[in-house]
């Protein structure tokens, strides 16, 4: 049928574009991966995917114990010309990046590449999109040839600490721009089982981070490489262009994580 599940541990589609049934995916192949894994589907018309909070009848589980998402809350179908459309049949609205939130009922075709869904029901539900654009399939050069990882290693302590300092950039908010210290130690303590945290821890657990980028050779982190005012921004580029943070890990400031 030309549809394939995805594993719970299956990476970010960020930073990875799985197989589709063991070859590189055909441009206009869908992937959707949640918190319980996923489904990837080939671009067959009338092809169809449901996302919801049923998960016996559904291929993506959203907000498995939330009652706020509906049981069957959006529909990802194939239409005969390839293109995926998203119909949201829930009740909360669908925020979908660089687009106005899809509202109940309403439909929209979604675009090549890469596109997170947020659905704010008891806590954030985050849902990835990966419609193949053919060429990240071309660089490999055998279908089991494994896919380089670029991200830098963070312990779950720093990526919790930058995820909340950064999170407007992984909500793909209209006025994003990174936290203040004191903003970023508030949120910090709102995070289940998270407590404690001051201006100066959080500030800390990012310095650890910016000072072994820069020993790597990682310029423009720290105070003699850059100013001030550009540190965050510039931490900001390289955690984002290496797929280090990714949208779903906007999950921990809802979850929490440990010491």
């Given at each position: 049928m030309g549809m394939y599940f995805l594993e719970p541990l299956t990476p970010s589609?960020?930073?990875?574009?799985?197989?589709?049934?063991?070859?590189?995916?055909?441009?206009?192949?869908?992937?959707?991966?949640?918190?319980?894994?996923?489904?990837?589907?080939?671009?067959?018309?009338?092809?169809?995917?449901?996302?919801?909070?049923?998960?016996?009848?559904?291929?993506?589980?959203?907000?498995?114990?939330?009652?706020y998402v509906s049981r069957e809350h959006a529909t990802l179908r194939c239409a005969p010309d390839g293109r995926w459309t998203l119909r949201n049949g829930g009740r909360l609205p669908i925020r979908i990046s660089d687009a106005p939130a899809l509202l109940h009922e309403h439909e929209t075709t979604v675009p090549h590449g890469y596109a997170p869904l947020y659905i704010q029901?008891?806590?954030?539900?985050v849902v990835e999109l990966l419609v193949s654009s053919g060429r990240r399939g071309a660089d490999r050069v055998r279908?089991?040839?494994?896919?380089?990882?670029?991200?830098?290693?963070?312990?779950?302590r720093e990526r919790l600490?930058?995820?909340?300092?950064?999170?407007?950039?992984l909500l793909r908010a209209d006025d994003a721009h990174p936290?203040?210290?004191?903003?970023?130690?508030?949120?910090?303590n709102e995070?289940?089982?998270?407590?404690g945290w001051t201006?100066?821890?959080?500030?800390?657990?990012?310095?650890?981070?910016?000072?072994?980028?820069?020993?790597?050779?990682?310029?423009?982190?720290?105070?003699d490489s850059a100013p001030p005012d550009a540190i965050k921004r510039n931490l900001l580029r390289v955690l984002l262009d290496t797929a280090t943070l990714v949208p779903p890990d906007l999950r921990l400031l809802d979850t929490g994580t440990g010491d």
């Open positions: 589609l960020l930073r990875h574009e799985p197989l589709l049934g063991g070859a590189p995916a055909p441009v206009g192949a869908l992937f959707v991966l949640g918190e319980e894994g996923g489904y990837a589907a080939a671009p067959r018309a009338h092809s169809t995917l449901v996302l919801g909070r049923n998960s016996p009848d559904v291929h993506v589980t959203v907000g498995a114990g939330d009652w029901g008891s806590r954030l539900h279908p089991e040839t494994g896919t380089r990882d670029l991200a830098w290693p963070l312990s779950p600490v930058l995820v909340a300092l950064f999170q407007l950039y936290l203040s210290w004191n903003e970023t130690s508030r949120r910090l995070v289940p089982r998270q407590r201006d100066r821890r959080a500030e800390h657990a990012v310095d650890g981070v910016r000072k072994r980028l820069a020993a790597a050779g990682v310029a423009g982190v720290t105070a």
